[in-house]
C-alpha cells in the first residue's frame, strides 16, 4: 500500500499500523448446474483467469515448507482428512487416491487494489496476496477468499477498511448520493497498475431498478468483475455458474495489525476493532457502556495480552463475523512468516475461520431448499408431488453427506486453536443451527415416510377389502365345479359366452368393490365390533352407498 506519511511523526506514532492483512471470506450459494452441463462447478472454470491451485500437499515435496507442517498438525485426523484427502499411499499401486474434497481455484491477473474510503479521502493501494475461489464436493456452495495487505497505515485507515471494504453492495445513499457504510471507490488493478474494473456503488438507480424488477440485491461491479465467469442468479447475464447470496452482504474477515505499541489503543478503540464499526474518537464507546460491559469476556483472547513472552501484548478478538489479531510490530515472533503469529493468522486460523462460516453457510443453504422444495409444491398435481418427494430426498441425502464429511464440534486439541474455535462457533450459533436445520429436515423425511406407510396401509386395506367379499364369489362359482350347472357338453360357443359374462361381471364387481373398499372397510370394522347392536350394522351397511359429502 502507499504510505500515508513517513518520517519521525510516523515512527513515534504509538497506534501506527506498521503490518495489515484483511482476509475477506464470501460464502456463496451454487444453483444447480444444467442438465446439459454433466460436470462439476469448478469444472467449468476451463478457460477462465481462475486456475485450479496445486497447494504444497499435493504438488512438489519441495513447496512444503515448515510453516504447512505445522498448520497440518494443528488439526484432528478427521480434519485433516478433509482439508488434505487421504494421502498418495495408493497411487504408485494404481489404486484412486482419496483426495480432498475441497478444491481451491485461483486468479493471477489482479494484483492490487486502489480504495477511497470516504468522499475526499486520498486513495490509497493495497497489493493482493491472493483470490481464491474453494468449492466443495456434494456441496452446493463456493467460498470466494481475498486476502489485501499493506504497510505504514494510520489506525483510523485500517479501522476505515475493515468497515468498508468487503460489502457486496451499498446498503444506501445520503442526501448527496454518495454510498453509505461501504468505499466511495474501488478500482482492480493489474500488474502494470491499469484499472480492470471501478466501483459502482455510486449509481443508485441502477440497483434500485434491479431489486424492483428482481427482489433480490445487484452486486457491486467490481465484485460481480471479480467472480465471473460466475455470475448473479438474478442478472440478466448469461453464464452456467450462477450463484446466490446467501449471508449477510457484508462478507466475514480476519485481520491481522501489528502495531508500534499495542498498549496505546484505547478501550474504544478495541471495540471498534473486535466489533469492526469503523473509525472514530478514542476517548469515546462506539455504542452505550452497559452494551459493551461484558465486551472483554465474551469477544477477547487475553491470554496473550501481557508485557511478556515470545509474543508480547498480543490479543486476539472474534465476534464470529470477524476474527482480528493485533500485536507488536517490533515483535520477531508477531511478525514471523514462518512459525510466528502472522504465519499462525494466514495458515491455521485461517482454516478455522474458513471451517465455520463453510458449515454455516452450508446449513443455511439446506435450509433454504426446504423453503424452496416447499414453495413450489402444489398437492393437486402429481408431477410437483413427485419432484417436491426427491427434493425432500436429495436434501435429506446430502445433508447426511454434509454431517458425515463435513460436520465437526471440535478441530484441534491446540489451545489457542480450540478457543478460538469456540468464539467462531459460539458466536455463530452453529451447534443450535445445525440441531435446527437436523430437525427440520427429519420432519420432511418423516413426513415423507409417514405418506408411504399410509399409502401402503390403504393399499392393503383395500385389497384386504377386495379379497374378502372376492371370496363370496369365489366360493360362490366353486359350486359350478359340483356339476350343478352340467355345461361341459355344451356346444363351445354357449361356454364361450357363459365364460364371457363371468368374467365381465367379476371384473366390474372387482372394480366395484376397489370403488367402495374405504366404506366397505368401515363396515367390517362395525361388523367385527362386538358392542356393536345389530341395528348399527345395518346402518353402517346402508352407509356403503350413501353419497359422500364433499371435502
Not at 99 to 110: A, C, E, L, N, T
Not at 192 to 201: H, I, L
Not at 314 to 333: E, F, K, P, W
Not at 486 to 510: G, K, N, Q, S
Request: hydrophobic residues 40%; glycine residues 6%; charged residues 25%.
Amino acid at each position: 500500500m502507499t504510505p500515508t506519511e513517513t518520517g519521525p511523526s510516523a515512527a513515534v506514532d504509538p497506534t501506527r499500523v506498521r503490518r495489515f492483512h484483511q482476509v475477506l471470506l464470501w460464502p456463496l450459494r451454487l444453483m444447480p448446474l444444467p442438465a446439459s452441463a454433466g460436470a462439476k462447478p469448478w469444472e467449468l472454470l476451463a478457460g477462465s483467469p481462475w486456475q485450479e491451485e496445486v497447494d504444497e500437499y499435493t504438488g512438489d515435496t519441495c513447496r512444503f515448507h515448515e510453516r504447512h507442517y505445522n498448520e497440518f498438525v494443528t488439526f484432528l485426523p478427521y480434519v485433516q482428512r478433509f482439508l488434505y484427502g487421504e494421502g498418495r499411499h495408493g497411487r504408485t499401486g494404481g489404486a484412486t487416491p482419496h483426495g480432498s474434497p475441497m478444491r481451491v481455484f485461483r486468479r493471477h491477473d489482479i494484483s492490487a487494489v486502489r480504495l477511497t474510503a470516504r468522499p475526499g479521502d486520498a486513495p490509497v493501494t493495497l497489493s493482493i496476496v491472493h483470490a481464491d475461489l474453494y468449492f466443495f464436493l456434494d456441496v452446493d456452495l463456493v467460498l470466494f477468499n481475498l486476502e489485501v495487505a499493506a504497510d505504514d497505515l494510520t489506525l483510523e485507515q485500517a479501522q476505515e477498511l475493515l468497515y468498508r471494504f468487503g460489502r457486496g453492495y451499498p446498503p444506501g445513499w445520503d442526501a448527496k448520493g454518495h454510498p453509505l457504510h461501504c468505499l466511495a471507490d474501488a478500482e482492480w488493478l493489474d500488474a502494470q497498475g491499469q484499472v480492470q474494473t471501478r466501483s459502482d456503488a455510486h449509481q443508485r438507480e441502477a440497483f434500485l431498478a434491479h431489486v424492483a424488477e428482481h427482489r433480490a440485491p445487484r452486486i457491486a461491479t467490481h465484485w460481480a468483475a471479480m467472480l465471473e465467469p460466475l455470475v448473479p442468479d438474478y442478472s440478466d447475464q448469461s453464464g452456467a455458474l450462477r450463484y446466490r447470496q446467501i449471508e449477510y452482504y457484508r462478507m466475514p474477515l480476519m485481520a491481522y495489525l501489528a502495531l508500534n505499541d499495542p498498549r496505546a489503543l484505547s478501550r474504544a478503540d478495541f471495540v471498534r476493532l473486535g466489533l469492526v464499526t469503523g473509525s472514530g474518537d478514542n476517548r469515546a464507546l462506539p455504542f452505550a457502556d452497559e452494551h459493551l460491559a461484558d465486551f472483554e469476556q465474551r469477544f477477547c483472547y487475553d491470554r496473550f495480552w501481557s508485557a511478556g513472552g515470545a509474543a508480547p501484548d498480543t490479543r486476539y478478538l472474534c465476534n464470529g463475523h470477524s476474527l482480528v489479531v493485533v500485536g507488536r510490530a517490533d515483535s520477531v515472533l508477531y511478525g514471523c512468516r514462518d512459525r510466528g503469529v502472522l504465519a499462525q493468522f494466514r495458515h491455521q486460523h485461517f482454516l478455522l475461520f474458513l471451517i465455520a462460516h463453510f458449515q454455516k453457510a452450508a446449513l443455511l443453504m439446506y435450509s433454504d431448499k426446504l423453503v424452496e422444495a416447499l414453495r413450489d409444491l402444489d398437492v393437486g398435481s402429481a408431477d410437483s408431488v413427485r419432484r417436491f418427494k426427491r427434493l425432500i430426498r436429495a436434501s435429506f441425502e446430502g445433508f447426511l453427506r454434509f454431517t458425515h464429511r463435513y460436520w465437526f464440534h471440535e478441530i484441534s486439541e491446540q489451545a489457542l486453536v480450540r478457543a478460538l474455535w469456540g468464539m467462531c462457533a459460539g458466536h455463530l450459533k452453529l451447534d443450535a443451527t445445525y440441531c435446527e436445520v437436523k430437525e427440520r429436515i427429519a420432519d420432511m423425511a418423516q413426513y415423507l415416510e409417514s405418506d408411504n406407510l399410509r399409502r401402503q396401509a390403504n393399499t392393503v386395506v383395500r385389497l384386504t377389502v377386495v379379497t374378502i367379499f372376492g371370496l363370496i364369489g369365489t366360493v360362490t362359482t366353486g359350486f359350478l365345479g359340483m356339476n350343478l350347472l352340467a355345461e361341459a357338453d355344451a356346444p363351445m360357443a354357449r361356454r364361450l359366452t357363459i365364460f364371457a359374462v363371468t368374467f365381465v361381471l367379476t371384473t366390474i364387481l372387482t372394480v366395484y368393490t376397489m370403488v367402495k373398499s374405504k366404506k366397505l372397510s368401515d363396515f367390517l370394522d362395525i361388523l367385527s365390533d362386538e358392542r356393536a347392536t345389530a341395528w348399527q350394522k345395518c346402518l353402517a351397511l346402508a352407509a356403503v352407498w350413501r353419497s359422500s359429502p364433499p371435502p
